[in-house]
């Protein structure tokens, strides 16, 4: 089933407050090579999906009037970090990007907001997209002769009023609503795995020489997929970003620029100067998505 079809058959109008409207969308990215590496190997990409009229032919003497992108269907957010210290992560990471776009463009043509079912097969389509993005990498790593070419992959697909989050590897999505933060994803991470195991506490993961090795990524031994799905409300921002900000900037102070934000590209901008001040170690990507407060008519 296409993932279009799925997420017909999840969404359900009926109790959701009103769609914001392409131009109350407040979305913004950017990405920054940080100040020791020579590379930068983060991608990231932020857009909308929609209905779209393509004129092939016409006799009609403007043809452009005819052109119409009609209703939006989807936002998305995505991050890919390219493993560093590979000779391939930067081309993981683009291929990464390349190959969801085309996978979640193809596959959400007739996006209608309707039913309510068969949220897992919803689940399960993203996965698949993930598992087609680390054959793609892993392909082109045989073919180049790279041993190791990797990324990872943070996507974040928003249908009003659900969201859905991807994760693989320790980029990170992050939900704000009314001053609480909430982090979607888990860090894929030999750290985090030690901590789920019992064998590390929490306080000393972030100190661990493992905290910021991968378990699982993209092009890796190991991809596995986590996708989680969540209610949206007016207010809320999602947050997503590579590791290089979340080595220098702590959730704490993340929700504290969250709570004084006054727009997307202002709060992306801040979190990423914080970074580099802070010595910017790694490359460094931060992406910020909200509906603007809805002006009364």
């Known amino acids: 089933m296409a993932l279009a079809d799925l997420i017909s058959a999840v969404i359900n109008p ?3 407050g009103p769609k914001p409207r392409d131009d ?12 020791i590496r020579k590379e930068n190997q983060d991608h990231f990409l932020i857009c909308t999906v929609h209905q779209q009229l ?9 043809p452009q009037r005819l052109q119409a992108r009609g209703e939006r269907f ?23 990007v390349e190959t969801i776009a085309r996978y979640v463009s193809s596959t959400m043509r007739g996006f209608q907001a309707v039913g309510a079912q068969r949220e897992e097969q919803l689940l399960e ?31 974040a697909v928003a249908v009003w009023p659900r969201a859905y989050v991807m994760q693989v590897g320790d980029s990170r999505c992050y939900y704000y609503l009314n001053g609480t933060l909430r982090r979607l994803t888990r860090d894929q ?10 064998v590390l506490t929490a306080d000393r993961a972030s100190k661990s020489p493992f905290s910021h090795v991968l378990a699982r990524a993209i092009g890796s031994d190991e991809a ?5 799905g969540l209610d949206l409300s007016w207010g809320c921002v999602f ?32 979190l990423l100067g914080m970074a580099l001040e802070r010595g910017g170690t790694d490359n460094i990507t931060v992406l910020v998505g909200r509906p603007r407060e809805r002006k009364p008519v």
């Open 224 to 228: 596995t997929p986590e996708v989680t």
């Open 24 to 35: 109350e969308l407040d979305l913004f990215g950017i990405t920054n090579v940080g100040k």
């Open 14 to 16: 009926e109790h959701a």
């Open 125 to 155: 389509s993203l996965r698949a997209a993930a598992r087609e993005a680390h054959a793609a990498v892993r392909a082109e790593g045989t073919s180049r002769g790279e041993l190791k070419m990797a990324t990872t992959l943070t996507l």
């Open 54 to 62: 393509v004129v092939h032919g016409t006799s009609f003497p403007d």
């Open 239 to 270: 947050l997503l970003c590579s590791d290089g900000l979340t080595k220098h900037v702590s959730d704490a102070e993340i929700l504290q620029q969250l709570k004084a934000m006054t727009s997307s590209e202002q709060l992306c901008r801040t």
């Open 189 to 198: 991470t030999i750290a985090q795995d030690l901590v789920d195991q019992g």
């Open 74 to 96: 989807a936002t998305m957010m995505l991050v890919a970090d390219g493993v560093g210290g590979t000779a391939g992560g930067g081309e993981a990471s683009q291929l990464t």
